[in-house]
């Protein structure tokens, strides 16, 4: 075969294959396209009429400090990750000689590698109180 033949039959692929996309493309329902590109949810302002939604957790009143250290505080101050002090033990004997309001400015705005308001966002002030005091009277 010589060289023109080839470039030939090439070009005539070529052309073939852009006539099958191009119908493709063209052949593509746009119901379905649209259908795809549907939205999967939607954001609730709070404040805002959302036609049923939840009401936000803390409707249902305050959690334990018990309930807010077993959600948000034990993933660190169970093990002791990052130096945090573990709760049992005497780390938080020392931490309550500073002064409860020292230990709840110190959780309320953070403190070395702790975030502020540790890892509850969603806790009221007395929650994380509740917290603190939960895990200084846990002291051996």
């Known amino acids: 075969m010589s060289k023109f033949a080839a470039k030939a039959i090439s070009a005539l692929f070529a052309v073939a294959l852009g006539f099958l996309a191009t119908s493709a493309i063209a052949n593509t329902d746009n119901a379905a ?11 609730c302002v709070e404040g805002d009429d959302c036609g049923g939604a939840a009401a936000p957790a803390a409707a249902a009143g305050a959690r334990s400090g018990s309930d807010v250290y077993t959600a948000s505080c034990a ?66």
């Not at 259908?35 to 999967?40: A, I, S």
């Not at 400015?105 to 509740?130: H, Q």
């Open 33 to 43: 396209i649209a259908e795809r590109l549907q939205k999967v949810g939607s954001v």
């Open 75 to 140: 993933a660190c101050h169970a093990s002791g990750v990052l130096d945090a002090p573990k709760f049992g033990t005497s780390d938080w004997a020392d931490r309550g000689a500073k002064g409860m309001d020292t230990l709840l400015n110190s959780a309320l705005n953070g403190f070395n590698a702790m975030p502020p308001r540790g890892t509850c966002g969603t806790c009221s002030d007395e929650e994380i109180k509740a917290a603190v005091e939960y895990m200084v009277d846990s002291a051996k």
